[in-house]
């Protein structure tokens, strides 16, 4: 534990952070495991309307440094590509 006033300060605030980035990683992990479902079970309509909140979950975690931009570009494109190989 710390001792100082303002380490106990920052271990709140890493807290507090970690929590806040762990709902956006579960939430992004929930979404994309329904998506690969939706293709494994080839129903386009849906997955189609699933793919924008893929891409608004991995934008939002892009956003806030939990995913590097070029690794939230390139699920973007690859869940983009299974989506039309099901054409």
Do not use: G
């Not at 271990?11 to 980035?21: S, T, V």
């Not at 990683?25 to 699933?50: D, G, M, P, S, Y």
């Not at 979950?57 to 995913?67: F, T, V, Y």
Request: avoid cysteine.
């Amino acid at each position: 534990m710390p001792q100082r006033r303002n380490a106990i300060k920052a271990l709140r605030i890493n807290q507090k952070r970690r929590l806040a980035n762990l709902d956006v990683k579960t939430n992004l992990k929930k979404t994309v495991k329904k998506f690969r479902l939706l293709i494994n079970q080839k129903n386009k309509e849906e997955a189609k309307n699933l793919l924008k909140t893929v891409h608004k979950e991995i934008d939002k975690a892009a956003k806030r440094n939990i995913l590097h931009k070029n690794t939230a570009a390139r699920r973007k494109s690859t869940f983009s590509r299974l989506l039309s190989s099901l054409a």
